[in-house]
């Protein structure tokens, strides 16, 4: 097995998809939704290969056609709805070094549902992730709602989410929180493939602007995606 110091990018597209039916080859201001996140993965000097694992050859098709590497179609089990994550990653780890002898030791996931990453988020994230000497790192964004300000209905009375919380609290005391958002999960090989977890006791976190936060999961995240998108090329 031939060794490698560099970092696979593994981007996971399903073809089976609920909420919004091939959301992973929708176009997006003219383009396939997946093309964005394979492309900014090419274009990232940190990141050595960019595989997509997916069960569906319309999408394989065109993942190809955007330049990534389809070294195989995924198998059923791993493509369904409760299929997990980890599970995805394992496989494609464990497909590159057996089947095409390589070996990296860092693994980035890059979801083809966040379109608005930027290439400078993959590497800024990743000189990250290697500063702090990280087991793993993910993206986040500033949540805009703190769990301060959640309630929830107990038998139709509104009560607060956090139990023994002060409920004098002012809005500007309160400590920023943030979000995943779903961009970026960075981690080393072993503590995927070894210890079967996506973030070690060294985790780190960074923090990505809302408004290339969004993540495609219905018709309306696709719809303020495009409006992002048309409105930068605008103010260009």
Known sequence: MSSSTGCLAIIPARGGSKGLPDKNI??????????????????????????VTTDSPRIAEVARDAGATVPFLRPEELSTDEAKSID????????????????????MLLQPTSPLRQVQDIEQAFATFL?????????????????YLLRELQDEQLVPYLKHQDSHLRRQDLQDVYALNGAIYIMKRDLL????????????????????????????????????????????
């Open 26 to 51: 929708r176009l997006l201001n003219h383009k396939p939704l997946i093309q964005y996140s394979i492309e900014a993965a090419l274009k990232s000097t940190c990141i050595t290969e960019v595989i």
């Open 88 to 107: 995805v990653l394992e496989h494609a780890v464990d497909f590159c070094e057996q089947q095409l002898k390589q070996y990296y030791p860092y693994i």
């Open 131 to 147: 500063q702090y000497e990280a087991d793993s790192l993910q993206s986040v964004t500033l949540s805009s709602s703190h769990p």
């Open 193 to 236: 493939c070894i210890d079967h977890s996506l973030v070690g006791a060294r985790n780190y976190g960074y923090i990505m602007p809302e408004e290339r936060s969004i993540d495609i999961d219905t018709d309306f995240d696709l719809k303020l995606a495009q409006f992002m998108l048309t409105t930068n090329d605008r103010s260009n």
